[in-house]
């Protein structure tokens, strides 16, 4: 298995198991057909929901004679409603307790905005209108601080963020004692995030893409949990090119996607329940593309209009002034004159 080095000094496998959407019920099985297939990077986070059930499948397979828990590579994160300093260490806990861990080898900010919790603590609130209710006041370097004292304390071993962009990752870094050692964004063929990925290679922060396959699943995902229908939904598995390029190959569709990003130096977390298709995913190591390829694969990229992850399922998000997707923004606002009717936000 290819793996990066960090910034921190771990090295970080190339390909993991992601495992947003997937559902307690199928995730403890996902994670141990994924280690059972040669997988020992395992990406969860709270906001997920299954981090008790990936944490009995880890459990398990670390009770086998022989295994390690030296050998795994396990990245969470931080949930938005989590986004203030003194609650950074109670999610931290948390997580590690769900999991079944002594410390986390990734610990994140899942996003730079911060919303106010509902009773439970797990979820945001939302206001009368349907707005969920932001946190207007979020610091991501206040944040940042608390962060890197969980490094001194071996609770991380390597801290990262979700979902920043270059503007926000430059205050941190300004102000970081403990540099950020990945930033997970989404990255697939149709938003390749260059000028991102540029910035984060000049200041060695690891790339890691969510969605690297275009979120085949989430369309489903997002109408049952939010009733929202993002503005794009790439089909890269059917493209011409992808599919050209997999034929030449003898590969999947799928693992040509994965293997123009890994060759580029981005680390991947393909989500995947199915047997098959997890086994399949890790199976791109033992071919190259050429620059020709790489080339044609560059050129179906379509920046901000191939976005489909802007989390405008949270009514209001937009409003929040650490919103990251400041160019989807502006496209929005020289679309319509304004940035739209869902922008309305309460906080207390």
Known sequence: MTSFNLSSGQKIPAVGLGTWQSKPADVSKAVADALGAGYRHIDTAYNYFNEDAIGKALSHWLGVQGNSRQDLFISTKLPHVGNRPCDVRKYLDKSLARLRLDYIDLYMVHMPFGFFSDQSGDSPAVGK???????????????????????????????????????????????????????????????????????????????????????????????????????????????????????????????????????????????????????????????????????????????????????????????????PFTERLKRKMDKNGHVGSNTSFIAR
Request: aromatic fraction near 8%; include cysteine.
């Open 129 to 323: 209108d349907g707005s969920y209710l932001l946190d207007i006041n979020t610091d991501i370097v206040a944040v940042w601080k608390v962060m890197e004292s969980l490094v001194d304390e071996g609770k991380a071993r390597a801290i990262g963020v979700s979902n920043f962009n270059i503007d926000q990752l430059e205050r941190l870094l300004a102000a970081a004692r403990v540099p950020p050692a990945v930033n997970q964004v989404e990255t697939h063929a149709s938003c390749q995030q260059s000028e991102l990925r540029a910035f984060c290679r000049r200041q060695d922060i690891l790339v890691t893409a969510y969605s690297p396959l275009g979120s085949p699943g989430s369309r489903v995902h997002f109408k049952n949990k939010y009733n929202y229908s993002p503005e794009t939904y790439p089909d890269h598995m059917n493209h011409p090119t992808v599919q050209n390029i997999a034929r030449r190959h003898n590969k999947t569709p799928a693992q040509i996607l994965l293997k123009h990003l890994v060759q580029q130096g981005v680390a991947v977390i393909p989500k995947s329940v199915n047997p098959a298709r997890i086994a399949e995913n890790i199976q791109i190591f033992d071919f190259e593309l050429d620059v020709n390829e790489l080339n044609q694969l560059n050129s179906l990229d379509q920046g901000e209009e191939g976005r489909i992850v802007d989390y405008n399922w949270y009514k209001g998000v937009e409003a929040h002034p650490e919103y």
